[in-house]
């Protein structure tokens, strides 16, 4: 199945300070979903990019898809501590493997 | 709507024992899927199903079965705990397989 390395691991940032996580596969997509899981939760649906250069902002954070569908990223504008969690990256594989394939995360760590 | 229910919370098993982690959702999605999620590991496909009476293996399905009899119901069963299943899973749904995820809280599993 498809496979999407996420970068960095770890991201320490002072608050106010911007973050961005990436994930990049070998492979075209035909899409990749962001996710949210703060300490000790579940992971939370934030969105799916579907188009080549697709970009989509929801308040503080912008996500983009690649022009090649093989890149994409996450940017959070001067975090906060409510930003605190770890951020996936998944994509569904489809056809013959359904379920969604995550990359190992980001996690984000914020120091007031 | 209560969503994506698991039960237990928290489980711990000896080595050898069997039991059943129970998932329940009510929005009548079709697409559930087991995850297992290790320190460093991200969060990894046990089984998936993409409605009544279907069920597949996903990325580490060895040890674990699943059946699906009803829509709403999805539980993952043990068939004889190992320290290597003592994990936090997830539950989770969706309406169409290649859209965002509705997940669970988790069972957090530790076998000794």
Redo the contacts between chains.
């Keep these: 199945?498809q496979q999407v390395m996420q970068i960095p691991q770890y991201q320490h940032v002072q608050e106010g300070e911007d973050f961005t996580t990436y994930c990049n596969s070998s492979t075209t997509l035909?899409?990749i979903?962001w996710y949210k899981q703060r300490p000790g939760?579940?992971?939370?649906?934030l969105?799916?990019l579907v188009k080549s250069g697709e970009v989509k902002k929801q308040k503080r954070l912008t996500f983009q898809f690649g022009e090649a569908k093989k890149n994409s990223s996450l940017h959070i504008t001067a975090t906060q501590t409510t930003d605190v969690g770890t951020y996936?990256c998944?994509v569904?594989s489809?056809g013959g493997?359904?379920?969604?394939?995550?990359?190992?995360?980001t996690h984000l760590i914020i120091q007031p | 709507n209560a969503g994506v229910t698991q039960t237990p919370k928290f489980q711990v098993l000896k080595t050898g024992q069997s039991m059943t982690l129970q998932c329940a959702q009510d929005m009548n999605h079709e697409?559930m899927?087991w995850?297992r999620q290790d320190p460093?590991?991200?969060?990894?496909?046990i089984h998936?199903s993409?409605g009544a009476g279907i069920t597949?293996q996903?990325?580490v399905p060895n040890g674990y079965n699943v059946s699906r009899s009803t829509t709403e119901d999805f539980p993952l069963r043990l068939l004889s705990a190992a320290p290597s299943q003592t994990s936090v899973y997830?539950c989770?749904s969706s309406s169409e397989?290649?859209?965002?995820?509705?997940?669970?809280?988790?069972t957090r599993l530790t076998v000794v």
């Design positions: 199945g035909s899409n979903q939760g579940h992971p939370v649906f969105i799916q996936f998944a569904y489809g493997a359904d379920g969604l394939t995550f990359g190992k995360g | 697409y899927s995850y460093g590991m991200g969060l990894r496909l998936y993409v597949d996903g990325e997830f989770a397989g290649n859209y965002g995820y509705t997940f669970g809280s988790g």
